[in-house]
């Protein structure tokens, strides 16, 4: 049985600049990762490991893509918004029919899409 999603797994050339973002825009941090073949960092959400970044030269391509976004939950959504300005980040809201979430999509340095999720009036 399932219990909880662990974490997300991007491979980038840039790892330095991705750990940044994250730190930077959603707040993680970096944390332990273990000794492992190839070089990474694991960015923490608490005491979880939710976004592990792993180093690679090829060249990414976007096509075709099976993971179009992964998400967050969050609160504060106006303090978060008045951050993404601050930082010239575009985002779009989108209010998600029959609940009370709010969606603010965005995309990492690497293009990736991930969306942050808040309660209405938040």
């Known amino acids: 049985m399932l219990t909880a999603l662990d974490h997300v797994n991007l491979r980038t050339a840039d790892m330095e600049k991705m750990a940044q973002w994250y730190s930077e825009v959603l707040g993680l941090r970096r944390g332990p990762r273990p000794d492992m073949s190839v070089s990474g ?15 690679c030269d090829d060249p990414l391509t976007r096509e075709p893509v099976s993971l179009e976004h992964f998400a967050f939950r969050a609160t504060g959504m106006d303090a978060f918004k008045e951050k993404l300005a601050a930082l010239g980040i575009d985002y779009e809201p989108q209010e998600i ?7 603010l999509n965005l995309h990492d340095p690497m293009g990736n899409h991930l969306h942050i999720d808040f309660r209405a009036g938040d």
């Open 41 to 55: 960092i694991w960015m923490y959400l608490n005491d979880d490991a939710v976004v592990h970044l792993v180093h």
């Open 97 to 103: 029919p029959g609940t009370d979430i709010v969606q």
